[in-house]
């Protein structure tokens, strides 16, 4: 007999399991109204508390981390930002058969960011120029050492290579798949990042930006924070962006040639990703993914 722990399982998660869990661990709140949010994401379940409050419980193992990695570390970089960011005010503990840490946070108002509303806008690429500019210059030698943790650390573009080769093979007939493997080919040879590591938000595209009146008014979703590369964060070029207001972005940012082709092999490897995973099934996904792998593939 095979022996199948709890953690090994996709948690079923529901309003009566959420109720249960608020109001057993933060009494306080058991009065306030949940409602499930949608649409929520791949990696959280989203409950609105009341009305400036968000519960978030992980679907899956893989962001499981998350709670904690944001409530350590988002109260020291909000004072930094430009543009506001989640507030955690509590991580709860697994219990009623859900297995993993949940994160209780001030809700952001706000409507997600599209292509369609922003994408001509030079003003809202510097804005976001700012932000990473700020979050870079909030320096990991700014907290004690021994508080930056493994899973802090950035991983490598040559960690995808073999995901992206396969998924370029996959997409062949839907892109193009010679200009992919250039783009990847010369990606993967671009140099290195020389410089100290920096703060980087590690997902950042426009699902995770919102608005307010046409406006950037937040940068949500900090599961992928790291320290090292930030050309990870230039992804939000290709998923936003057109030609000119990229280039504005770049030019606020001052990135240079081989930060900026790393930032294009990073576009290219997350859209294969998300577009062989969920285009069948998410038409929203599907056109987001297309639009920022052919961005990339301009440049």
Known sequence: MVTVRVADTLPQIDGALVRRLVDTQFPQWAGLPLKPFSPAGSDHVIYRLGEELSVRLPRHAGAIGQARKEFQWLPRLAPHLPLAIPVP???GDPDFGYPWPWAVSRWLD???ATAEALADSSSAAIELAQFLTALQRFAPEDTPA???REDLTGRSLSDRDRATRLAIAKVDGMF???AMTGLWDAALSAPGWDGPPVWFHGDFHTGNLLTVDG????VIDFG???TGDPACDLMIAFTLMTADSRAAFRDAL???DATWMRGRGWALATGLNAYTAYAAVNPRVAAQTTRQITQALIG
């Open 254 to 256: 001052g990135v240079d």
């Open 89 to 91: 005010i509590g991580v």
């Open 110 to 112: 706000g409507e997600v």
């Open 215 to 218: 406006r950037l008014s937040a």
């Open 176 to 178: 193009d798949a010679a």
């Open 146 to 148: 021994e508080n930056i």
């Open 224 to 226: 992928g924070l790291g």
